[in-house]
């Protein structure tokens, strides 16, 4: 499972008004955050270009496959709402933060066996488990040499978000135990995407007020929006994997169930007690390879209470992010927040 659905338009392509997919709702604010995201991707790759050939490469490999910029915008926009923005500071944090993501999806590929990353083949494909593990630890390195240039606190913080990436991954690798109820489930699986998804994001948008001359009391404000954000983000891609047809989402639905992945809206629903949580209870309780059987699980979850208790968390993840909005300082940038997280939601409807 990966939150990571926004992809950016480039300054040549993008409309006026649209960065990272979204209609930021403001032409100058987007035409400033589409110039900083140059900057970011020219930082991002000149620093991976400067090692040897044959790790440069592979750490390009997805830089260069495109689009996922969602963590960078999130530093870049939340630096706009401080007195006093510090551009060079801004920059190098969002390029901290897309490393380490880029970082994780090398591991992650390694772990999950993946074939194909951001439609190009993965890393681990191409070459081998071992070639891409080093060249996320290389990825790892170069984040940590341009946050020695942010200072101590930045270190503090990234460590802190390092050990919530991996104590994330374990628990979902350990699973929520023998004997534990959905409800159980539910909360575990919750926990894990806060650790391996919220918590990054949550860390990006610390930094635009931590680099914007944000108030104490705003920059934990912001880190709580950027939890909320990144487990509404998540939620949206679970339900997107079994609501929406490929045609509309540009994904194959069924994913999740393919890989024997238990998102929320299959815990949810299993919880219900409905006639056909027990066939689905049999369909879910392995990977699924017969097409058959995932267009008759797609049907049932589609149907599901599951579905429906699925898009009310979404929800209230959304509204704790209004919550936090409506406490930060008003204009262009609080709007184009506002933008994104109600783009959550309407990429599910």
């Not at 930021?24 to 620093?47: F, I, K, N, Q, T």
């Not at 270009?49 to 495109?66: I, K």
């Not at 919220?198 to 610390?206: F, K, R």
């Not at 919550?323 to 599910?348: I, Y």
Request: aromatic share 4%.
């Amino acid at each position: 499972m990966s939150s990571d659905s926004v992809t950016t338009g480039t300054a040549e392509t993008a409309p006026d008004h649209v960065v990272a997919g979204v209609d930021v709702g403001d032409a100058d604010l987007a035409a400033l955050l589409r110039a900083r995201l140059v900057e970011v991707e020219e930082l991002l790759v000149s620093r991976l270009e400067t090692g040897e050939d044959f790790l440069t490469e592979v750490a390009l490999h997805l830089v260069t496959a495109g689009g996922k910029r969602f963590r960078p915008v999130m530093t870049l926009l939340t630096g706009q709402l401080g007195p006093e923005p510090d551009r060079e500071r801004l920059v190098k944090a969002a390029v901290v933060c897309e490393m380490i993501h880029l970082a994780t999806l090398y591991h992650d590929d390694v772990m999950d066996e993946a074939a194909v990353r951001r439609g190009v083949e993965s890393a681990n494909s191409r070459w081998d488990n071992s070639t891409a593990i080093l060249a996320g630890d290389f990825l790892f390195a170069h984040s940590s040499m341009l946050l020695a240039d942010l200072g101590p606190a930045a270190v503090q913080l990234i460590a802190q978000t390092f050990a919530e990436l991996v104590t994330g991954q374990m628990r979902e690798t350990v699973g929520p135990g023998d004997g534990q109820n959905a409800a159980d489930a539910a909360d575990h699986y919750l926990r894990v995407i806060w650790e391996k998804t919220g918590s990054l994001i949550a860390a990006a948008a610390q930094f635009g007020g931590e680099y914007s001359g944000a108030s104490g009391e705003q920059i934990e404000r912001l880190r709580r929006l950027g939890d909320a954000v990144g487990i509404a983000f998540q939620i949206a891609d679970d339900i997107i994997d079994i609501a929406s047809p490929s045609s509309d989402s540009g994904k194959t639905p069924g994913t999740d169930l393919r890989e024997g992945v238990h998102t929320l809206p299959m815990i949810y629903a299993l919880e219900s007690g409905s006639t056909d949580s027990d066939r689905l209870r049999e369909l879910l309780a392995q990977p699924l390879t017969d097409d058959g059987e995932v267009d008759e699980a797609l049907d049932l979850l589609r149907a599901s209470e599951g579905m429906r208790r699925a898009r009310a968390t979404l929800e209230r993840y959304v509204g704790d992010a209004m919550t936090e909005l409506d406490a930060l300082p008003a204009g262009p940038a609080n709007e184009a927040l506002r933008r994104l997280v109600r783009f959550t939601v309407d990429r599910v409807s």
